[in-house]
């Protein structure tokens, strides 16, 4: 029997000592790492909007539809500060009698307003809206026309220009300017 044990323990021995025989360590090191590929941004079109307003034109009723949506036709907005881009901005006005016949359609880009955008800003401006303001004055059509940075939810950096609108289509704009500090509106030219 102590032959036996003495043959196991030999066997033992042998198995412990190859198990513990030293392996050869690569030169070089793996690392299962992925590798994410930035995304690719978008070109971001700005919501379209639709606003009908009735009116009292003279002696008429009238339809007022100013219609905004992105125009891929148009030059790239790019807002450097964020690394965004956005299309342009194109308004449709529209004047339309009761009976349902156009009186005055026009289309509007920020090209229309470029006199009044501040040098080294078109690129980062785009025609934000037309929007329809009160009465007619003086049997003229008056809107707010805003241009500026397409993000207005985190910039205030834009201008007002008054537009108005005679009843043969002929436009005059002038440049508003609002004080922070009363509601009263002045104009400039």
Not at 75 to 99: H, M, Q, W
Not at 115 to 144: C, H, W
Not at 152 to 180: A, P, W, Y
Request: proline share 3%; aromatic share 8%.
């Amino acid at each position: 029997m102590n032959k036996i044990l003495f043959a196991l323990l030999c066997t033992l021995s042998i198995g412990f000592v190859s198990s513990c025989k030293e392996e050869k360590k690569s030169e070089y090191i793996v690392i299962d790492k992925k590798i994410e590929k930035p995304k690719k941004k978008h070109t971001i079109a700005q919501d379209s909007v639709c606003v009908k307003d009735e009116v009292k034109w003279g002696d008429s009723e009238y339809t007022v539809i100013t219609t905004r949506k992105a125009d891929k036709s148009l030059p790239i907005v790019v807002d450097e500060a964020a690394d965004d881009k956005y299309y342009g901005n194109a308004v449709t006005l529209r004047v339309v009698r009761s009976d349902g016949s156009e009186a005055i359609s026009k289309r509007y880009t920020k090209d229309d307003f470029k006199e009044y955008i501040p040098k080294g800003q078109y690129d980062a401006y785009t025609l934000l809206t037309v929007s329809m303001m009160g009465e007619p004055e003086n049997d003229k059509l008056q809107f707010v026309v805003a241009v500026g940075e397409p993000d207005t939810d985190v910039s205030d950096n834009f201008v007002n220009i008054l537009m108005k609108l005679s009843k043969t289509g002929q436009v005059t704009l002038e440049r508003l300017e609002i004080s922070e500090y009363d509601d009263e509106e002045e104009s400039y030219e």
